[in-house]
């Protein structure tokens, strides 16, 4: 079902709103759609969360596991491109594959290019959940984009996200 009515009055307006009453001089704009992007990024990890959740597995988890899978067979990883990629840090990176790893979904080996050095391959069966749960989080994702927007607007929505993107992130 698609609907591309615009709500006439949602929260982040009345912030503005809030704002414009008590400093008329601001311009809210840039309030407004970081406040929305935000509030979706918030809403949409729950829902996303909630569609893994079937596979024994939060956001974080997901994200590690499908990392792997992304970089292709043999679908091996260092710690360190795992973090770089993720934006966490390393204690949060090893708390996330010791519980993986304790599941079977991953296995951490020597690096046989760097005596110091780890290396984090998918298991088979991390392979075969990260695969089914990534059909599960995108389920949850188009059902949103195709509850407001047709698919020119999601089209448009991500193009202009990306050049907002591509200005803003370090």
């Known amino acids: 079902m698609e609907s591309t009515e615009t709500p006439a009055h949602d929260a982040v307006d009345a912030i503005t709103d809030q704002w414009a009453a008590v400093r008329p001089d601001l311009d809210t704009v840039p309030m407004a759609v970081f406040g929305r992007i935000y509030r979706l990024a918030a809403a949409m990890r729950g829902r996303v969360d909630k569609a893994y959740a079937p596979y024994g597995m939060a956001l974080g988890e997901f994200d590690v596991l499908a990392t792997l899978r992304r970089s292709g067979e043999p679908y091996t990883l260092s710690p360190r491109e795992l973090t770089a990629t993720l934006m966490i ?45 990534v059909g599960a989080g995108l ?24 050049k ?3 200005t803003t992130a370090g």
């Not at 790893?101 to 290396?119: I, M, T, V």
């Not at 389920?139 to 990306?162: K, W, Y």
């Open 89 to 133: 840090t390393t204690g949060g990176m090893t708390g996330r594959l010791d519980k993986l790893e304790k599941a079977g979904l991953l296995s951490r080996s020597p690096d046989p290019h760097d005596r110091r050095g780890l290396r984090v391959t998918l298991s088979e069966r991390g392979r075969e959940l990260v695969d089914q749960a």
């Open 139 to 162: 389920a949850r994702q188009r059902d949103a984009l195709e509850s407001a927007l047709t698919p020119e607007e999601a089209e448009q929505l991500a193009g202009l996200l990306r």
């Open 164 to 166: 907002l993107l591509a």
